[in-house]
């Protein structure tokens, strides 16, 4: 079986294999979409396909919806030469449930996959970027694709030059992806003033940080501001950016475990006579097949100026700022990503390769325990939607421990320096504002940061070097470590002080925050010798 238009027509085939197919008119879709689009997505990862995309495939076998979502990719042209258009923008849902079971299902919501690379492309979305049906532009493009800023504080190189070069950049389209979007919205702006009224639209961060619309507000506002002081753009576009009634930023927290393509789900889907398998890797592994979790969150500030889609009859939460400020605090900075953080930390260091091996070590759970109810719940404001306490429950009970999630420490700790300051840096910022709490009464929080530095080290538990998941800041971090080595006594102060000391990597000074000596006494038995992780960590929990 292929993942194309004319393969699903053979319905039989597909429903031998336990493969559900779409049940709506995928033909008419298409054309309701490109004759008024509502839904463009940037980013064509994995969480997209098999979350946002399939509500809205939901919506479309209900009646509720007519239209579809294009879909862009930013960085990486590839995937939509090698996953998208060789599958018809199609892709095959693999949900790994907990109790075993198996749901097989195709996602054939997304209408077009657009690279903005291509100027071609780039000039097709300008064209749906002007439509007036437009209601939101929503994105996956991980924490780091917001930032303008280096290390030191300064604009990297890409957004400097597209401040310089304006919305057409030197060649048609800036370099920079936030700059690259906020060129299109640019093109909404003057489509808007040809037509003498305003269009209004609402850009959805989907991504894992702190008051992620806020980031992408910042970050656009940027660009439409430069642009409008050198005269690249007209005055009244950063007006028109910073006007919610018009062009709106809604917060957002999203929550579905979604690994890369994995080769037992792989051996699996060709068992059952499906072709289309092969892995595209260039960063993030991709393939026409997604597999995930079952477990699904999303919860979005209700604020859409043209119009808001009807996702929560899928199971959304459309609630206030404040409540999703709460739930995404609840979530990022306590009762899911931290504890993922740490165990994805603590297994590349032990030798593991499957989260859900990791739930097998009453240490690591311990660890995860003592940090989401001891540490984290004391400083989480319940959001009244989700109960923080069952959150934690379900995350460690049964959605880390469930076996047949092929999810890795690997990928969980990829760009960790970008994001322990939100995963943990707010915690202890909670801790430092409380007049109930002292911040020098956590523990496990400081161990896992100290070993966070031994992480960095590349060498695990055994004395054996292993491979650092990709992070921007990892070539700078190693080499402020270069020379440490395993069972050197230290003292290792003047190695860690830059380190430790650095707000953009723990969102606050650790020795400032009164916990830089713990953290480096902790690194010191932590890099005692082959052994030492699983001592340290033993020592601590218990």
Not at 188 to 204: D, F, M, N
Not at 273 to 292: I, L, R
Not at 349 to 357: A, V
Not at 412 to 431: C, H, L, M, W
């Amino acid at each position: 079986m292929r993942l194309n238009n004319k393969e699903l027509k053979n319905r039989p085939q597909w429903e031998k294999a336990g493969v559900e197919l779409p049940k709506f008119d995928r033909e008419a879709m298409i054309t309701a979409t490109k004759a008024a689009p509502e839904w463009v997505h940037f980013g064509a990862g994995n969480i997209f396909r098999i979350f946002p995309a399939a509500l809205q495939q939901t919506l479309l076998e209900q009646g509720l919806e007519k239209t579809g979502i294009i879909v862009v990719a930013g960085r990486d042209g590839g995937i939509i030469d090698r996953v998208f258009k060789p599958c018809d923008n199609l892709t095959l849902g693999v949900t790994l449930k907990a109790n075993g079971d198996i749901q097989k299902k195709i996602i054939a919501s997304m209408v077009d996959a657009l690279w903005m690379g291509n100027q071609a492309d780039f000039e097709a979305l300008k064209a749906v970027f002007r439509a007036p049906s437009l209601k939101l532009a929503s994105l996956t493009i991980t924490e780091k694709g917001y930032n303008l800023k280096g290390p030191n504080g300064d604009f990297i190189g890409d957004a400097v030059a597209d401040f310089a070069s304006g919305p057409s950049g030197p060649g048609g389209a800036p370099k920079n992806y936030i700059a690259k979007i906020t060129a299109l919205v640019y093109e909404r702006y003057l489509a808007g003033k040809q037509a003498g009224k305003a269009l209004p639209l609402a850009l959805v961060s989907m991504d894992n940080c702190s008051h992620n619309g806020d980031k992408l507000f910042a970050a656009v506002e940027s660009f439409a501001a430069k642009w409008a002081e050198a005269g690249l753009a007209e005055k009244g576009f950063p007006d028109y950016i910073r006007d919610r009634s018009l062009v709106s930023f809604p917060w957002t927290m999203i929550d579905k475990i979604t690994p890369g393509p994995d080769q037992g789900v792989k051996a699996l889907l060709e068992k059952n006579g499906f072709d289309d398998t092969e892995f595209y890797v260039k960063t993030t592994p991709t393939a026409p097949f997604v597999n995930a979790e079952e477990p699904q969150y999303l919860v979005i500030e209700d604020a859409f100026p043209n119009g808001r889609p009807v996702l929560d009859k899928v199971g959304v939460l459309f609630t206030d700022k404040a409540t999703v400020d709460k739930v995404e605090k609840m979530k990022v900075c306590t009762c899911l990503n931290p504890l993922h953080t740490s165990l994805a930390i603590f297994g590349c260091l032990l030798g593991y390769t499957r989260i859900s091996e990791e739930l097998k070590n009453p240490d690591l759970v311990k660890l995860i325990e003592g940090i989401g109810y001891n540490e984290g719940i004391p400083v989480v404001t319940d959001p009244g939607i989700i109960s923080p306490k069952k959150f934690i429950d379900e995350v460690i009970r049964v959605r880390f421990p469930n076996p047949f999630m092929p999810d890795t420490p690997q990928r969980i700790a990829s760009d960790s320096s970008q994001k322990i300051p939100v995963r943990f840096g707010e915690t202890i910022k909670a801790y430092l504002g409380s007049s109930a709490l002292d911040v020098k009464n956590l523990k496990l929080i400081p161990l896992v940061l100290a070993a966070w530095v031994r992480y960095l080290l590349g060498i695990n538990d055994e004395g054996k070097p292993f491979t650092v998941s990709p992070d921007p800041l990892y070539e700078s971090l190693s080499k402020t470590l270069a020379g440490i080595s395993l069972g050197q006594k230290g003292p290792f102060h003047e190695k860690l002080r830059p380190i430790l000391s650095n707000p953009a990597l723990f969102a606050v000074n650790l020795y400032d925050a009164g916990l830089g000596e713990k953290v480096e006494a902790y690194f010191a038995e932590l890099t005692a010798g082959p052994g030492a992780v699983a001592a340290t960590l033993k020592k601590y929990v218990d």
